[in-house]
C-alpha cells in the first residue's frame, strides 16, 4: 500500500452510521406529505390469461376511496430493460402473464381501505394454457406468451472464438455434464416503496427505493408521456437492492399515476410477500457444459449450451445472458470456446440482474467441472488452475484486455492456506461427519462498459467553516458507497471524512449517473469525484499561491491546512483560504467539477460477445472448508477464506463487510435457498420458507487481498464485494465433492439432496 | 371503531386513537410518527420490527396495540440517552456492522434485549440470541463482532 494516506486504505466508519443505528435514517416507506394518499396494487391471480374487462366502479364507490386505475388509463409503455422494444406494462393491456403481474392500483385514505377496494374490482380473465418450463417452452407447439418472441425466445448470444471443434479433437481429455440452478431471491429486506407527488404545474416528485434512480427518471417521463425536465426524483435511504432495485417498476408508476390523477401525494408500499411473488428473481438456468483439456491440465476448449429461465418479461435479460456465456473466458486462458445462449420467455416471476449478475451461474458450471476433470486427470485442483490463470497483459479471445490482475497471487496463497487448514484438521474427527476444503476462481467487472450513458459525475462545493459538500449521481444501497467517495474527495484536499457532507441523488441537482449496478461506482465515479477534487485543489491553489506567494503548483492541501511545499510556516487552514476565495475583492464561488468513463473501450455486442466490457477486471480466489453430516444430509460450512484482488482498497472495514456479506450470500444460494413454484404458483413466498442465511450461519471467515493496484482506478481501486458471490459457490460444492466424493450439478445442495446422492454412490453418478 | 389507549414509550405516554385490529408496529409508525422501527415483512419472520417491552424483545408487527396497555416500550429512538448513543450502536457505527441499515434498529434492539439478560454472551449466545433477525448485507460477522465489542465496553458504564 502506498504510504502518506489519510483517508485511502482506513478502517473509517461509514458517514451514515449513526443515522442509520439510531433510527433516523429514513427510507422511501418512512416518508409522508400532508394529504398522503394510500394506494395498493391488485395483481393477477393466472399465470397466463387474457384481460377482457375490469369493472371498477364498485371499488370507486367505497368510502374512502380517492381513484382507482388501469392500464387502459396509461399510454402504454413498455419497458425492456436496456432493449429498445420493451415488452413489459406497468399495468397490464391485453393479458397477464405471471402470477403477480400488476392489472389495477386503488388509492385511498389509509392502506386498509386501498386493500378492501382491491377486493371489489372484479376482472373478467379468459385464462390460456400456461408455459412454465423453459426447455418447453421453446418447442414448436408451445403457446406464445409475447406474440413478438417465437420459440418463447426472448434473447439469443451466440458466441463463437477459434476452432473448437479441432480444439476437441486435439484434447488427451474431454468431459460434458448438464449443470441447473435453481431461482433465487435479491434478498433485501426493504420491501419496495414508492411516494409521489404530483403538482398543479404538471411537475413530478417521486422518491423510491431506487438503486438507479436515473432507470426510474427516464421510463417515468416515457410511462407519463411528459418532459424529462417535469420530472424530479430524489434518493432516500436504500434499504438493499443486489440488482433487485435497478429498474423501475409497476409500485413508482402506481404512485405517480394515482398522484397525477388525485392531485395528491401518494405513497404505496408493497408487503414482502409481493415483494416474493410479484417482483425479480435471478435467472434459473441449464447448462450442458463441454470442457476439453491436455493431460497437463491445459484448457483448451469450451462449449456451453445454456436456457436461462427469464419469467414473463424481457428485463435487463440480454445483458445476463451475455454475460453468463461471455465469463467463460475469465478468469482463465481459453484459446477456444462457443457458447450459445437462449434466454426463454415462460409465465413466471421475471428474472434480471443479481449480485454477480449471470457470472454465478456459469462460473458455478465451470469450476465444479474443472475439479471433476482434474480429479479423474489425477491432477491438482489448485494446479491445474494456476497453469491456467490469466495474467496481466492477455486479451480473452472476445476482446477483455486484462490489465492488473493478481489472479496468480491469489491462487498461490489459497495453496498456503489450504495447507494450514489441513494441519488444523483434527484428527480424530466424528465418522459421521466428513470434512472437505473446496476452491473456486472468478474474475469480475468494475463497472460495465454498454451502450447509451456511462459517464459518472461529480459536483464539490466548499464552505468558509472548511465544510465540503459532494454531490455525485450514485446511489448507495448499503454497499457503502456513499462513505468511500468522500473519502477520495477528502483525501484529494487534505481533509477528513467527517469535514464531508454528502448529498444524495436528486435529478434536479445531481449530475447524471447511469446507477449501481456492475461494481461501478468505486472505480467510476470514484474517478469523477477526484477529478472533481483536484479541480477544486487547482483553484484554491491559486488563491493559496496568491496570498503565500508562491507557485500554485506548490500548494499542498493536507491537515485541514494548506502550505508551501518545503516551507511549512507559509501555511493557512483550508476554512481560512475558502473565505480569502470567497470574500476577497470581486469574490469567488469555488465549485468543483469532475466527470469520467473509460476511454477507449469497445461496447459489448450481447449476440455475439465481442467487445471489452469494463476498464478493470478484479480476480480471487475463494477457499471454502465444510462438513457433511452423512446422518442427516446437512452441510456445514465451518469457514470461507478468500484472496482478492481489489486493487488498493479505500476503506478495508467496508470492503471486509462486502466480502462477508457476499460470501454468506453465497452459503444461501448454495444450500439453502431456492424458489419453490406450483403451477406458477409461488409456494414459498415469505422469509420463513424461502431460507436466506441467519446468523447460525455466519462462518468463520479470512480475508487477504492481493498486492495489486489498478493504474486507471481511484487510488489504485477496484471491484471489491460482488465478484466473490461467483466463486463461494463452486468452493463450496467442491468441498463438499471433497468430503463425500459427490459432485453436485444441480444447486442447491439441500440436505435431501445429499443424502438421496449418498444412498446412490457407487452406483450411479449424480 | 376507534378507541383510545395509553401507551408508554420510550418514557412518555400517548393518549392513541386506534383500531383494535391495528399491531403496535403501525401504532408506533403511523400514530406515533417513530419511524425507526421497520416494517420489513409484518409477519414475524424478518426480525426487523423488534422493539423492547417490559425487558424483552418483542416482534412489534406480532402484538397488538391494545395488549401493550401499561407496558414500557422502548423503541430504537429511546436507546440513545443524552445525546449519548448507546454503546450497542456505538459498537455498530465503529465496527462495520450496518449496511444499509434496515435492519439495524430491530438488530440493535435485539441485541439489546439479549445484553440486559446476558450481559457477557458467549458467540453461540449472540447467534442464537439474533437469529430471528434477517440481514442479507453484512452477513452477519461484523455484527456478532460488534455484539461482543458493545459487551465489553458496557462494564465500564
Given at each position: 500500500m502506498k504510504e502518506g494516506y489519510v483517508n485511502i486504505g482506513k478502517r473509517l466508519p461509514r458517514i451514515d452510521g449513526i443515522v442509520k443505528a439510531t433510527g433516523e435514517a429514513k427510507f422511501a416507506g418512512d416518508l409522508s406529505l400532508a394529504g398522503m394518499l394510500h394506494a395498493k396494487i391488485l395483481r393477477s391471480p393466472y399465470p397466463h390469461a387474457r384481460l377482457l374487462h375490469i369493472h371498477t366502479d364498485k371499488a370507486k364507490r367505497l368510502s374512502g376511496v380517492r381513484a382507482v386505475v388501469t392500464g387502459k388509463e396509461t399510454v402504454g409503455f413498455k419497458a425492456g430493460g436496456i432493449s429498445a422494444t420493451g415488452d413489459e406494462p406497468y399495468l397490464a393491456l391485453d393479458k397477464v402473464r405471471f402470477i403477480g403481474d400488476a392489472v389495477a392500483a386503488v388509492a385511498a385514505i389509509d392502506e386498509e381501505t386501498a386493500e378492501e377496494a382491491l377486493d371489489l374490482i372484479e376482472v373478467e380473465y379468459e385464462e390460456l394454457p400456461a408455459v412454465l418450463d423453459p426447455v418447453a417452452a421453446m418447442k414448436q407447439e408451445a403457446p406464445l406468451i409475447h406474440d413478438h418472441a417465437p420459440l418463447n425466445i426472448s434473447f439469443k448470444t451466440d458466441l463463437s472464438y477459434g476452432d473448437?471443434?479441432?480444439?476437441?479433437?486435439?484434447?488427451?481429455?474431454?468431459?460434458?455434464?448438464?449443470?441447473?440452478?435453481?431461482?433465487?431471491?435479491?434478498?433485501?429486506?426493504?420491501?419496495?416503496?414508492?411516494?409521489?407527488?404530483?403538482?398543479?404545474?404538471?411537475?413530478?416528485?417521486?422518491?423510491?427505493?431506487?438503486?438507479?434512480?436515473?432507470?426510474?427518471?427516464?421510463?417515468?417521463?416515457?410511462?407519463?408521456?411528459?418532459?424529462?425536465?417535469?420530472?424530479?426524483?430524489?434518493?432516500?435511504?436504500?434499504?438493499?437492492?443486489?440488482?433487485?432495485?435497478?429498474?423501475?417498476?409497476?409500485?413508482?408508476?402506481?404512485?405517480?399515476?394515482?398522484?397525477?390523477?388525485?392531485?395528491?401525494?401518494?405513497?404505496?408500499?408493497?408487503?414482502?410477500?409481493?415483494?416474493?411473488?410479484?417482483?425479480?428473481?435471478?435467472?434459473?438456468?441449464?447448462?450442458?457444459?463441454?470442457?476439453?483439456?491436455?493431460?497437463?491440465?491445459?484448457?483448451?476448449?469450451?462449449?456451453?449450451?445454456?436456457?436461462?429461465?427469464?419469467?414473463?418479461?424481457?428485463?435487463?435479460?440480454?445483458?445476463?445472458?451475455?454475460?453468463?456465456?461471455?465469463?467463460?473466458?475469465?478468469?482463465?486462458?481459453?484459446?477456444?470456446?462457443?457458447?450459445?445462449?437462449?434466454?426463454?420467455?415462460?409465465?413466471?416471476?421475471?428474472?434480471?440482474?443479481?449480485?454477480?449478475?449471470?457470472?454465478?451461474?456459469?462460473?458455478?458450471?465451470?469450476?465444479?467441472?474443472?475439479?471433476?476433470?482434474?480429479?479423474?486427470?489425477?491432477?491438482?485442483?489448485i494446479d491445474i488452475r494456476l497453469k491456467n490463470a490469466l495474467k496481466p497483459g492477455e486479451t480473452t479471445p472476445n476482446g477483455f484486455k486484462i490489465t492488473s490482475c493478481g489472479l496468480e497471487e491469489s491462487i498461490m496463497e489459497s495453496k498456503r492456506i489450504i495447507a494450514r487448514w489441513i494441519e488444523e484438521k483434527p484428527k480424530d474427527g466424528d465418522k459421521k461427519k466428513k470434512s472437505g476444503i473446496g476452491i473456486g476462481?472468478?474474475?469480475?467487472?468494475?463497472?460495465?462498459?454498454?451502450?447509451?450513458?456511462?459517464?459518472?459525475?461529480?459536483?464539490?462545493?466548499?464552505?468558509?467553516?472548511?465544510?465540503?459538500?459532494?454531490?455525485?449521481?450514485?446511489?448507495?444501497?448499503?454497499?457503502?458507497?456513499?462513505?468511500?467517495?468522500?473519502?477520495?474527495?477528502?483525501?484529494?484536499?487534505?481533509?477528513?471524512?467527517?469535514?464531508?457532507?454528502?448529498?444524495?441523488?436528486?435529478?434536479?441537482?445531481?449530475?447524471?449517473?447511469?446507477?449501481?449496478?456492475?461494481?461501478?461506482?468505486?472505480?467510476?465515479?470514484?474517478?469523477?469525484?477526484?477529478?472533481?477534487?483536484?479541480?477544486?485543489?487547482?483553484?484554491?491553489?491559486?488563491?493559496?499561491?496568491?496570498?503565500?506567494?508562491?507557485?500554485?503548483?506548490?500548494?499542498?492541501?493536507?491537515?485541514?491546512?494548506?502550505?508551501?511545499?518545503?516551507?511549512?510556516?507559509?501555511?493557512?487552514?483550508?476554512?481560512?483560504?475558502?473565505?480569502?476565495?470567497?470574500?476577497?475583492?470581486?469574490?469567488?464561488?469555488?465549485?468543483?467539477?469532475?466527470?469520467?468513463?473509460?476511454?477507449?473501450?469497445?461496447?459489448?455486442?450481447?449476440?455475439?460477445?465481442?467487445?471489452?466490457?469494463?476498464?478493470?477486471?478484479?480476480?480471487?480466489?475463494?477457499?471454502?472448508?465444510?462438513?457433511?453430516?452423512?446422518?442427516?444430509?446437512?452441510?456445514?460450512?465451518?469457514?470461507?477464506?478468500?484472496?482478492?484482488?481489489?486493487?488498493?482498497?479505500?476503506?478495508?472495514?467496508?470492503?471486509?463487510?462486502?466480502?462477508?456479506?457476499?460470501?454468506?450470500?453465497?452459503?444461501?444460494?448454495?444450500?439453502?435457498?431456492?424458489?419453490?413454484?406450483?403451477?406458477?404458483?409461488?409456494?414459498?413466498?415469505?422469509?420463513?420458507?424461502?431460507?436466506?442465511?441467519?446468523?447460525?450461519?455466519?462462518?468463520?471467515?479470512?480475508i487477504y487481498h492481493t498486492e495489486t493496484r489498478d493504474d486507471l482506478g481511484p487510488f489504485g481501486a477496484k471491484e471489491s464485494g460482488e465478484g466473490i458471490q461467483v466463486a463461494v459457490v463452486p468452493a463450496i460444492v467442491n468441498a463438499i465433492y471433497d468430503a463425500i466424493g459427490v459432485p453436485f450439478k444441480r444447486i442447491p445442495v439441500t440436505p435431501d439432496v445429499v443424502l438421496n446422492a449418498l444412498k446412490g454412490k457407487g452406483q450411479k453418478e449424480v | 371503531m376507534k378507541k383510545q389507549i395509553k401507551l408508554k414509550v420510550n418514557g412518555f405516554e400517548y393518549d392513541v386513537w386506534i383500531k383494535t385490529h391495528w399491531t403496535l408496529l403501525d401504532v408506533l409508525r403511523d400514530e406515533i410518527g417513530l419511524m425507526g422501527t421497520k416494517k420489513g415483512c409484518d409477519r414475524g419472520e424478518c426480525g426487523a420490527c423488534t422493539v423492547i417491552m417490559n425487558g424483552e424483545a418483542i416482534l412489534s408487527c406480532l402484538v397488538l396495540a391494545t395488549q401493550c396497555r401499561g407496558k414500557e416500550i422502548l423503541t430504537i429512538e429511546g436507546l440513545a440517552r443524552d445525546a449519548k448513543l448507546d454503546p450497542l450502536q456505538d459498537a455498530f457505527v465503529k465496527h462495520g456492522a450496518i449496511q444499509c441499515g434496515f435492519c439495524t434498529p430491530g438488530m440493535i434492539m435485539a441485541s439489546r434485549a439479549l445484553l440486559n439478560k446476558t450481559p457477557h454472551p458467549t458467540v453461540e449466545e449472540i447467534r442464537r440470541g439474533l437469529s430471528g433477525n434477517l440481514c442479507r448485507c453484512t452477513g452477519y460477522i461484523k455484527i456478532i463482532a460488534a455484539v461482543q465489542k458493545a459487551s465489553t465496553t458496557e462494564e465500564h458504564r
Open positions: 473448437v471443434d479441432k480444439a476437441f479433437r486435439e484434447c488427451d481429455y474431454v468431459r460434458e455434464d448438464r449443470f441447473e440452478t435453481a431461482p433465487i431471491r435479491h434478498g433485501f429486506i426493504e420491501p419496495h416503496a414508492a411516494l409521489a407527488s404530483w403538482d398543479r404545474s404538471g411537475r413530478l416528485s417521486f422518491w423510491g427505493s431506487k438503486q438507479s434512480p436515473y432507470f426510474t427518471y427516464r421510463n417515468m417521463a416515457k410511462a407519463l408521456n411528459i418532459p424529462l425536465s417535469r420530472i424530479r426524483v430524489v434518493q432516500p435511504y436504500i434499504g438493499g437492492g443486489f440488482g433487485g432495485k435497478n429498474e423501475m417498476f409497476n409500485v413508482d408508476f402506481c404512485a405517480a399515476l394515482l398522484s397525477r390523477k388525485t392531485g395528491r401525494p401518494v405513497k404505496i408500499v408493497v408487503s414482502q410477500e409481493e415483494v416474493l411473488f410479484a417482483y425479480r428473481q435471478r435467472h434459473p438456468t441449464i447448462i450442458d457444459l463441454k470442457t476439453g483439456l491436455k493431460k497437463d491440465g491445459t484448457l483448451q476448449a469450451v462449449e456451453a449450451h445454456i436456457i436461462a429461465d427469464g419469467g414473463a418479461y424481457l428485463s435487463i435479460g440480454a445483458l445476463s445472458l451475455y454475460l453468463m456465456c461471455a465469463f467463460f473466458c475469465i478468469p482463465y486462458r481459453l484459446p477456444n470456446m462457443k457458447a450459445k445462449g437462449y434466454r426463454v420467455y415462460t409465465n413466471t416471476q421475471p428474472s434480471c440482474a443479481m449480485r454477480g449478475h449471470g457470472v454465478p451461474q456459469s462460473r458455478f458450471a465451470a469450476e465444479v467441472q474443472l475439479d471433476i476433470a482434474a480429479k479423474e486427470m489425477g491432477l491438482d485442483s476462481c472468478y474474475g469480475y467487472v468494475s463497472g460495465p462498459r454498454m451502450a447509451g450513458h456511462n459517464t459518472a459525475g461529480a459536483v464539490i462545493k466548499v464552505h468558509e467553516d472548511g465544510g465540503i459538500s459532494l454531490f455525485t449521481g450514485s446511489t448507495d444501497v448499503g454497499q457503502g458507497s456513499d462513505t468511500v467517495l468522500s473519502q477520495i474527495a477528502a483525501e484529494v484536499l487534505g481533509a477528513r471524512l467527517e469535514d464531508i457532507r454528502y448529498g444524495m441523488v436528486d435529478s434536479d441537482i445531481t449530475p447524471l449517473d447511469p446507477g449501481t449496478f456492475g461494481s461501478r461506482v468505486t472505480f467510476i465515479t470514484g474517478n469523477a469525484v477526484r477529478i472533481a477534487a483536484e479541480d477544486v485543489r487547482n483553484q484554491l491553489a491559486e488563491v493559496a499561491a496568491n496570498t503565500l506567494e508562491a507557485n500554485p503548483k506548490d500548494i499542498v492541501f493536507k491537515d485541514r491546512k494548506v502550505y508551501v511545499a518545503g516551507s511549512l510556516d507559509r501555511s493557512m487552514p483550508f476554512s481560512k483560504l475558502v473565505k480569502i476565495a470567497q470574500y476577497s475583492g470581486t469574490g469567488k464561488t469555488i465549485i468543483g467539477r469532475g466527470y469520467w468513463a473509460p476511454e477507449g473501450l469497445e461496447v459489448p455486442n450481447f449476440e455475439t460477445g465481442r467487445g471489452n466490457m469494463s476498464a478493470a477486471y478484479s480476480f480471487g480466489t475463494q477457499v471454502a472448508e465444510v462438513e457433511a453430516d452423512t446422518d442427516t444430509g446437512m452441510i456445514k460450512v465451518i469457514r470461507m477464506a478468500m484472496i482478492h484482488d481489489c486493487g488498493q482498497p479505500i476503506n478495508e472495514m467496508l470492503m471486509e463487510g462486502q466480502l462477508e456479506g457476499s460470501a454468506i450470500g453465497g452459503v444461501g444460494h448454495t444450500l439453502t435457498e431456492e424458489i419453490i413454484r406450483k403451477e406458477g404458483q409461488t409456494m414459498n413466498a415469505s422469509l420463513l420458507e424461502y431460507r436466506i442465511p441467519t446468523t447460525v450461519d455466519a462462518c468463520r471467515m479470512e | -
